[in-house]
């Protein structure tokens, strides 16, 4: 008898695999990027206290200082989004008045001016950077909707 038996075969060899190609590490996302440098910016700041404290400068309300860092974040945040949508919108706008905002505070703190008096200065900032907002808003065509 004849048997038709055939050995099996191996399979065909795989095409080579495509040379590998390095890919760069993600990059941090804009809001990690917008809020990186505000840690160093709170350091700097506590260190430039105690070195003037060493050497006899001291200001009594130095810790309103704060109230610019946070001021520099909202308007780098209003600069990023007119970036980002290449028009001045309504997260810019808020973001530069909120930044107006507690540039009055953080100054009216620093400089112990009477509160009573100066309070005001904080509605005049509201009102600009609201005013400022619609204005470059208008420039830059930004929709209002």
Known sequence: ????????????????????????????????????????????????????????????????LLFYVIAAVNFVNAARSWQRTGSFGKAATGSLTGGLVLTAIGSIFFFNLAWGAWWPLILVAAGSGTVLGALLGALTGAQNS
Do not use: C, E, R
């Open 1 to 64: 008898m004849s048997s038709q038996y055939a050995p099996p075969q191996a399979p065909p060899p795989a095409p080579p695999a495509p040379p590998a190609t390095q890919t760069p590490p993600p990059k941090p996302s804009g809001d990690q990027q917008s809020w990186a440098w505000v840690g160093g910016a709170i350091l700097i700041l506590i260190g430039l206290a105690v070195l003037f404290g060493n050497f006899g400068v001291v200001w009594g309300n130095w810790w309103a």
